[in-house]
Structure formats: C-alpha cells, structure tokens
T-cell receptor, first 113, second 115 residues
Framework: QKEVEQNSGPLSVPEGAIASLNCTYSDRGSQSFFWYRQYSGKSPELIMSIYSNGDKEDGRFTAQLNKASQYVSLLIRDSQPSDSATYLCAVRGRGSTLGRLYFGRGTQLTVWP | NAGVMQNPRHLVRRRGQEARLRCSPMKGHSHVYWYRQLPEEGLKFMVYLQKENIIDESGMPKERFSAEFPKEGPSILRIQQVVRGDSAAYFC?????????????FGPGTRLLVL
C-alpha cells in the first residue's frame, strides 16, 4: 500500500507571509507529483505538477521535489486570505496502478488578515 | 472549454436504493477516474476507465459498486443497495491520455447522502 503523508495542520500564517506545506511518500520509484487545492465543499483544483528534482515556480507557488528524501513541498509566497483551503499532495502510481493518484489527507491552511 | 461535468451534484437515497452517478470528461479526454472522499478523510481511488474498458478497479468495493464508460455517453458509477456508510463525495477526474505525468482534472463532485 503506497502511502502519502502530510501534516494535517491546521497551519496558520499571516497575510503576506510564506506558507510551507510538506509531503512525504513511501514509494521510492514514484515519478509524478501533484499539489491540489480544495476549498471546503468544493472539488480539488490543480495547482502544480512536478516530475524532476529541484524547484518549479508558478507565480506565487513553488513546488520542491527531493526524490532521494522522498519529499515534496509547496511554498506559497505572499499568502492571501483567499489561499485559505486544504492542500492535497498526490503521487501517481506506477505499473499496474499508473492510472491512480494516491492522496495525502491534506493540510488545512488559514491565512489571516 | 467545458470542464469535467458531474451530475447530479447532490443525491439523497434511502438505504437499499440504487445510486447512479454520471461523469462527462473534458473535451478531448478519454480517460476517466473515480475517487471517493469520506467525511474528514482523504481522497481514495476507486476505478480507472477508458472507453468501453475498465483498466483498474482495484479500489472499488467488491460488492454493490460498479462502473462503466460506454462508447457513447457519460461514465456511470453505480451503487446498489446503498448503506449509510456510502455517504460521501464522489469525484470524477479525466485526463487526455494515460502517460506518466498526465494531469487529472476533477469535476465538481456528487454529494451522496444515504438516509
């Protein structure tokens, strides 16, 4: 059973601060990683995908991947109250489970004004 | 460009009834995935389908649950003889093709409540 672990939070940061969200995964051979944002009562919305070690930046969001440590993170710069949501880390399966995403339970982020 | 469509958005059933959840993938997408999110829990994979084929159903409960994606029309997740434990949000996602790295885009979900 592949596992994806996230700190459940809640994580609370002031507006304008950097929010750091972390995720570890158990399958060393995993290749594809995703961050989704889910507002309460809504569906997951893709923020970032990352496949290679290092950083990937998109606007205020930076995803970081370290396959050796089996660790992926998401940094949100200049956090806004509208960023308050649950952030889901997802890892794509391999081989016979290539089609599925394994999700962590999510980290709840609150950005206060 | 319409996104993934799901209907109904909310569904109420009494124990023992059948629930049918529909999903139309994004235009140009031929791969459909169903996930379930129980209250206060994470998203769990259920089944992966292509047109007229079930690719991976290892996440589906062995009984009462079935899924299809016919040549024409939406994908359907069917739950027979629902029980209260089936109450959850059911999300459908689609992707254009199943290569490593292809992103899955989620629909708005169907919230199923079993009374």
């Amino acid at each position: 059973q592949k596992e994806v672990e996230q700190n459940s939070g809640p994580l609370s940061v002031p507006e304008g601060a950097i929010a750091s969200l972390n995720c570890t995964y158990s399958d060393r051979g995993s290749q594809s990683f995703f961050w989704y944002r889910q507002y309460s009562g809504k569906s997951p919305e893709l923020i970032m995908s990352i496949y290679s070690n290092g950083d990937k930046e998109d606007g205020r969001f930076t995803a970081q991947l370290n396959k050796a440590s089996q660790y992926v993170s998401l940094l949100i710069r200049d956090s806004q109250p509208s960023d308050s949501a649950t952030y889901l880390c997802a890892v794509r399966g391999r081989g016979s489970t290539l089609g599925r995403l394994y999700f962590g339970r999510g980290t709840q982020l609150t950005v206060w004004p | 460009n319409a996104g993934v469509m799901q209907n109904p958005r909310h569904l109420v059933r009494r124990r023992g009834q059948e629930a049918r959840l529909r999903c139309s993938p994004m235009k140009g997408h031929s791969h459909v995935y169903w996930y379930r999110q129980l209250p206060e829990e994470g998203l769990k994979f259920m089944v992966y389908l292509q047109k007229e084929n079930i690719i991976d159903e290892s996440g589906m409960p062995k009984e009462r649950f079935s899924a299809e994606f016919p040549k024409e029309g939406p994908s359907i997740l069917r739950i027979q003889q629902v029980v209260r434990g089936d109450s959850a949000a059911y999300f459908c996602a689609s992707s254009p093709r199943d290569r490593s790295g292809e992103t899955q885009y989620f629909g708005p979900g169907t919230r199923l409540l079993v009374l």
